[in-house]
């Protein structure tokens, strides 16, 4: 409940203080991603701070029950596993159903995708604390080891720094970022929907066939140094979040959930902290 109620409380604010804001400015698009980020992150944090002592008091029980035999710990695993999602998938409804009209965003389709994704990327954060507090001995160590972890993937997950100045030697820490693809799902839902192009008018000097899409709109108030360029060519040349890939980043999104749940897996089955 405490999670649920974190998230309603952080759609408010968020709506609040992103409520009629202009997306099509390089300052308004700069803070729409920033908006899209930093919503992701708080509730992946609080999901993941939340579920690490309700596992490690799961994980006494499972040991008790484990000593006489009462089942086995594939069981208990499908247990948890299951468990998590109606409830993640509940709480983010919730979210979404206020955040997303709240600050602008516009399409039923577009908005269950929305929703869709943030659940996922809610359960992949569980389900990452429900791995570090079997695979770990305390739930101290689980959260300082998830401070770490969580600090260095969401530094690499291509808002700050952009995707496109990354450096080269760090590339693989972009690509390897289970909530990268996430983030980038996102972003390409609000901000990379344009299924026509506008074209650039060099004698005009201006966009022309415009569609209504917000990711169709040019952006303004670039500054001097950059070309002129759409909604969507920005978010997707600076932060690399394509709409094309979609679908294939939702893919990654179910394989780093699936590795998550194997590693859980195993450290419930091989590691046993009553162990001196």
């Not at 579920?51 to 006489?68: H, T």
């Not at 709480?91 to 399409?107: A, D, H, N, R, S």
Request: aromatic content about 16%.
């Amino acid at each position: 409940m405490t999670r649920i109620i974190i998230g309603i409380f952080l759609a408010v604010l968020f709506g609040l203080t992103y409520i009629n804001v202009e997306y099509v400015s390089y300052q308004g698009i700069n803070g729409g991603v920033g908006m899209v980020f930093m919503t992701t992150l708080f509730n992946g944090i609080v999901s993941f701070n939340g579920v690490l002592p309700i596992a490690s008091g799961e994980r006494a029980a499972y040991y008790r029950e484990r000593a006489s035999q009462t089942y086995n710990s594939l069981w208990y695993f499908v247990g948890s596993t299951i468990a998590e999602i109606p409830y993640v998938f509940f709480g983010c409804l919730l979210f979404t159903v206020i955040f997303y009209p709240m600050v602008g965003f516009t399409g039923f389709a577009t908005g269950v995708l929305y929703w869709i994704n943030v659940s996922l990327l809610v359960l992949l954060q569980t389900y990452m604390g429900q791995l570090f507090i079997y695979a770990l001995p305390s739930v101290e160590v689980a959260a300082i080891i998830g401070v770490l972890i969580n600090s260095i993937f969401f530094l690499f997950m291509g808002f700050n720094p952009p995707a496109n100045a990354i450096p080269a030697g760090y590339q693989w820490l972009y690509t390897i970022t289970p909530q990268k693809y996430s983030l980038s799902i996102l972003m390409a839902l609000v901000f990379s929907d344009c299924p026509n192009e506008p074209t650039w008018d060099s004698d005009l000097q201006q966009y022309v066939n415009v569609g209504p899409e917000l990711g169709c709109q040019p952006v303004t108030d670039l500054p001097v140094t950059m070309d002129h360029t759409t909604v969507k060519g920005y978010v997707e040349s600076v932060f690399k979040m394509k709409h094309d890939e979609i679908w294939s980043n939702f893919g990654y999104v179910f394989l780093f959930l699936g590795i998550l749940r194997l590693m859980a897996l195993l450290s419930l089955r091989y590691i046993n902290h009553q162990k001196r």
